[in-house]
Every structure is written in C-alpha cells, then in structure tokens.
C-alpha cells in the first residue's frame, strides 16, 4: 500500500480553546500584581491629596526658585511647625486678600536686620542665601533692626528688589510680621516646571533645627511602583498568549506516516 499523509486535526467543538491563556500560578501573580498596584496607586494619590495642595504662584517675587506661573506642591502645615528658611504659603488681610508666597527668614524671637556688606543678619549672624539671584544682595537697601514679636515671622521674597513683603510693611502695626496661625502650607516642590524639590535653606541651620522635607517623594514612589505593577501584571495574559502561539506555530503543519 502506499504511504499515508496524516495531518493534525482540531479538537472537536472547533476552534480554539477558550481558556485563560498562561498557567495558573502566572494568572494569580498577575492578578496580585495588578491588585496591588492599585493599591500602591490608589493609596499614594489619596495621601498625597490629604498631605498636599497644589498653588500657582501669579508674580516672580520668588524668583529664581519659583517663577511666575509656576505650580508648586505645598503640604499642610500648621503654624508651629515653621522653621526658619522655610517658604511657606500664607495669607493676611493687611498685604492681601490672596494667598502669598514668601520665604520665613526670622520666628517670634529673632532679631532681624539688613545689610551688612550685602548679607542679612539674623540673631547678630550673617546669612548665606545661595538662592538668591547671582550676585545679588541681601536687600537693595538697608533696614533698621526688627525684633519680630512671639508667635510671628518675618517674611520675604527671593527677588528681593522685586517684592512686597515684610520690608514694605515695616510701618504696620506688626512691624512687618505675619501671625505664625496665617501660614496654610509650606512649599516642598515646584512640579511645573518639573525643577523637583526646593533645595535646603542651610544657611539658617546654625540659628536651629531646619524643617524635615514632606513624604513627597515616598507618595511619588508608590504611585510608580503600582503604575509598574498594574502595567507588568496586565502585560502577561497578552505576552502568554503570544507565547502560546508561537509554540502552537512550531507543533503545526507538520506531515509524516509511512
């Protein structure tokens, strides 16, 4: 008799088979994949929203370390906890009936004046400012000593010849300080641009305890990581069925028999 051809055949019910493609253990790790990345996603927004507001800062007064337009992540805060150095968002009828943006420079307590060849001086100490513009100096012009009164702080902006803040209101019934309880926030970033986050103020370090930074970077690592594992885990039903594929493509089409 002669030869045979034989080919494969299909199982009965026709068509391909309707079941989960990939093995069962990579099935469940993908679901706990994408389970827990949402979680890690989820989970970092909502502390993130409870933790931060989001600000645009309208005028260059802050200028080089925010610019006009620029949008800024402030976490809340309550007044207690500012420190010197800090920039912080506040708000107080007598310079506006807006949010402002400024940098603390002396707390209840201090004594604050300027310039001495071309530097602040807080507590009788020279201040190293290197957020300040280029070759800038401290004030465009001079002021009388301020001691800034318990609970307040002394306030102003980076662009120091282009700001109102704690030097314009001197005359005020304050002396140019803003109650600590006005303070909503303090600033941690500039997210756009994406300039990252606020360098540390060190030059205010020897006058006492700088701020810690905020939890930014821990809520912007778990929105990545559960980014990447909803990604990853909903990548391999697609991966394992090209997979299976390929390997059905390499077992078909073949003939033989005798």
């Avoid at 994408?34 to 909502?46: D, E, Q, T």
């Avoid at 700088?210 to 912007?220: A, D, E, F």
């Avoid at 990581?225 to 069925?241: E, M, R």
């Amino acid at each position: 008799m002669g030869g045979e051809s034989t080919t494969r055949t299909a199982p009965r019910g026709g068509g391909g088979s309707k079941a989960p493609v990939g093995s069962r253990t990579g099935q469940r790790l993908s679901g706990l994949a994408v389970a827990l990345g949402l979680v890690l996603f989820l989970g970092g927004f909502a502390w993130g929203a409870v933790v931060y507001r989001p600000y645009t800062v309208p005028t260059s007064s802050m200028a080089p370390t925010i610019g006009a337009g620029d949008r800024v992540l402030a976490q809340r805060i309550g007044g207690a906890d500012v420190r010197r150095g800090d920039v912080v968002v506040f708000k107080d009828a007598t310079w506006a009936n807006a949010p402002m943006v400024k940098r603390v420079v002396a707390v209840g307590g201090d004594t604050v004046s300027c310039c001495q060849e071309g530097k602040l001086k807080v507590n009788g100490k020279a201040i190293d400012e290197p957020y300040l513009p280029a070759g800038t100096p401290a004030e465009i012009s001079d002021f009388p000593t301020v001691t800034v009164p318990e609970g307040r702080l002394f306030l102003l902006g980076d662009e120091r010849d282009n700001s109102v803040d704690s030097t314009a209101h001197l005359t005020d019934a304050a002396g140019g300080t803003v109650s600590r309880g006005a303070v909503d926030a303090r600033v941690d970033a500039v997210v756009w641009p994406t300039n990252g986050m606020l360098e540390r103020p060190t030059g205010f370090e020897a006058l006492g305890g700088l701020s810690s930074p905020g939890p930014l970077r821990t809520v912007v690592a778990l929105v990545v990581a559960g980014a990447v594992l909803i990604l990853g885990g909903a990548a391999y039903g697609p991966f394992a069925k090209r997979a299976a594929a390929a390997r059905a493509r390499t077992g078909t089409g073949s003939t033989g028999g005798r």
